[in-house]
């Protein structure tokens, strides 16, 4: 029941600490494909996201939207080296993601420095980039920033801005070096996915938006539409059913302690209702009396509690099983707990002892 108690506490920790990088909140995502778009040249396919787009924005609650090349963040692996001017890093296969102007405002992007994506690369010719904290950091011998070059594919593209951290898979591990380029650049990519940041609850309006999708004078195939926090929460499936399961046998646990330590006081407070009835008569207050209560069961608590603690955590590190940190606040929290509840389960055996008539707590001396 400790080691239960004990991942409980880790998993919330780690759930409060979930940090994806992007806002997935008032987010939308279509996954989409645009028919025959392999037999469609680059310049009529920029004018059919651009069509789709603008059928997105037509609806009120729409506030950006934008596609996506290559999945919301993850992004696919380049097969071309990437090379940064100046820096020894060898980085073959960068992930790298190909999207719409405003993409950063729809998805929600932090800005480190420079600035996102907008209607400067709606248009073919140039080549901009936008790369994470994690790119610059693989770079960092060659001082990235906005308006270095960088050459991918053949071509030279100036980062025009960069952007925190942002992942949805592994949200727990350190990112990989991306890069987000313009789909308007880059001839041969197709979208795989609409994004659309609302004003109004996602969950209401995906549909919506899916259905306006299917009524688009693009001929498109519509698939899965989901919120962004469908998304995020679908990544922490495992984390949530191990914090699930380790709570209810967690909460178990806590109330059978709760309850032992009631019925241990019960029946030392029992062999003491004498004494206890002379202090009362002598004036002492409640809270004596509750104090008096709480040293019967002070020391077999702490000791109780130490030596839980330690057996579950050396069984959690046996065995293998669940994801316990190794902060030592996990244990702090857990002990905590276990300690409040077993002293306000206390009150009730005092409160009884309290509420009998005074001339049966003496009649026990």
Not at 27 to 49: C, G, H, K, M, S
Not at 241 to 270: D, E, K, N, P, T
Not at 283 to 303: D, M, Q, V
Request: hydrophobic share 45%.
């Amino acid at each position: 029941m400790t080691a239960s108690l004990l991942q409980m506490t880790a998993g919330v920790k780690r759930l409060l600490r979930t940090e994806v990088g992007f806002d997935p909140g008032k987010l939308v995502v279509v996954d989409v494909q645009v028919n025959n778009a392999a037999r469609i040249t680059p310049e009529r396919l920029f004018q059919e996201y651009k069509v789709i787009t603008s059928e997105v924005l037509a609806l009120p609650f729409v506030k950006d939207a934008s596609v996506s090349g290559c999945g919301l963040l993850t992004g696919c692996v380049g097969m071309t080296p990437v090379i940064v001017p100046g820096s020894l890093a060898k980085a073959p296969y960068i992930q790298r993601n190909y999207v719409g102007p405003d993409y950063g405002a729809a998805l929600g992007f932090t800005l480190l420095s420079g600035r996102m994506f907008d209607r400067r690369e709606n248009q073919a010719g140039a080549c901009s980039i936008m790369v994470n904290d994690s790119f610059r950091q693989k770079f960092s011998d060659a001082d990235v920033h906005p308006g270095t070059t960088v050459i991918i594919e053949g071509r030279q593209c100036a980062i025009v801005g960069i952007i925190k951290d942002a992942r949805l898979n592994n949200v727990h591990t350190t990112a990989e070096a991306e890069l987000f380029g313009s789909i308007y650049q880059m001839p041969g990519w197709s979208i795989s996915q609409i994004v659309a940041r609302v004003d109004k609850d996602p969950a209401a309006v995906r549909d919506t938006i899916a259905a306006k999708l299917h009524q688009s004078t693009v001929p498109l195939t519509v698939g899965l539409a989901s919120t962004g926090s469908q998304l995020v929460l679908t990544n922490l499936v495992e984390e949530l059913l191990i914090s699930r399961l380790a709570a209810l046998f967690g909460v178990c646990g806590i109330s059978m302690a709760a309850v032992a330590v009631s019925l241990i006081l019960s029946f030392r407070l029992q062999l003491r209702e004498g004494e206890i009835g002379v202090r009362v008569a002598l004036g002492a207050s409640r809270t004596a009396i509750y104090s008096l209560a709480i040293k019967e069961i002070a020391i077999p608590l702490c000791t109780g509690i130490i030596a839980g603690l330690m057996l579950a955590a050396l069984a959690i590190n046996k065995s293998g099983v669940g994801f316990l940190e190794e902060g030592g606040d996990t244990y702090v929290y857990s002990g905590v707990l276990i300690a409040t509840v077993a002293l306000i389960a206390g009150i009730i055996p005092v409160a009884r002892i309290l509420g009998m008539p005074l001339s049966r707590l003496l009649r026990s001396t």
